[in-house]
T-cell receptor
């Protein structure tokens, strides 16, 4: 199956800071999603992004499919941004997940 | 309903017992997925339903695991003779863009 690697594994931010999370994948994919898993375990779709750039408030994502990577940008981070961020790629109809980046935003 | 729901939210069982986990997908969604998340890890694919047929069961870790779906609604994941390594959060998702339920946290003592 497709391998998905995320970096860094852990990230500690001071409130208000900006950061970039990276996702590399091993093969061509039809699509890619970013999720946020909050401290209560709920997975929330952030972006469905096969290529290009999308923005939603303080979050944006860029996927360069030809180079097999995607980036998630968090700007002006808030404590509510804490949690685990997962990148997942479509291997046909099912998702293959990376191990996640654990983000802790300190007030 | 407004989202994917799962029950129970938490289940503690003894090794060797059978458990049944339930998923109610978003109304009208034909695709349904089960994933497992072990502590501190990403999600592992278990099984995919399209309607009430399961064209891909490749992720089920052993023959102790089975799943069924009634029509295009409720799905149940059954684990027989539970083992401690089955302890995990079991998540259900519906539709092709995979909206996830809150999960069932299973603990096998």
């Amino acid at each position: 199956g497709i391998q998905v690697e995320q970096s860094p594994p852990d990230l500690i931010l001071q409130e208000g800071a900006n950061s970039t999370l990276r996702c590399n994948f091993s093969d061509s994919v039809n699509n890619l999603q970013w999720f946020h898993q909050n401290p209560w375990g709920q997975l929330i779709n952030l972006f469905y992004i096969p290529s290009g750039t999308k923005q939603n408030g303080r979050l944006s994502a860029t996927t360069v499919a030809t180079e097999r990577y995607s980036l998630l940008y968090i700007s002006s981070s808030q404590t509510t941004d804490s949690g685990v961020y997962f990148c997942a790629v479509y291997d046909d109809y099912k998702l293959s997940f990376g191990a996640g980046t654990t983000v802790t935003v300190r007030a | 309903g407004a989202g994917v729901s799962q029950s129970p939210s938490n289940k503690v069982t003894e090794k060797g017992k059978d458990v049944e986990l339930r998923c109610d997908p978003i109304s009208g969604h034909t695709a349904l997925y089960w994933y497992r998340q072990r502590l501190g890890q990403g999600l592992e694919f278990l099984i995919y339903f399209q309607g009430n047929s399961a064209p891909d069961k490749s992720g089920l870790p052993s023959d102790r695991f089975s799943a069924e779906r009634t029509g295009e609604s409720v799905s149940t994941l059954t684990i027989q003779r539970t083992q401690q390594e089955d302890s995990a959060v079991y998540l259900c998702a519906s539709t092709d863009t995979q909206y996830f339920g809150p999960g069932t946290r299973l603990t096998v003592l």
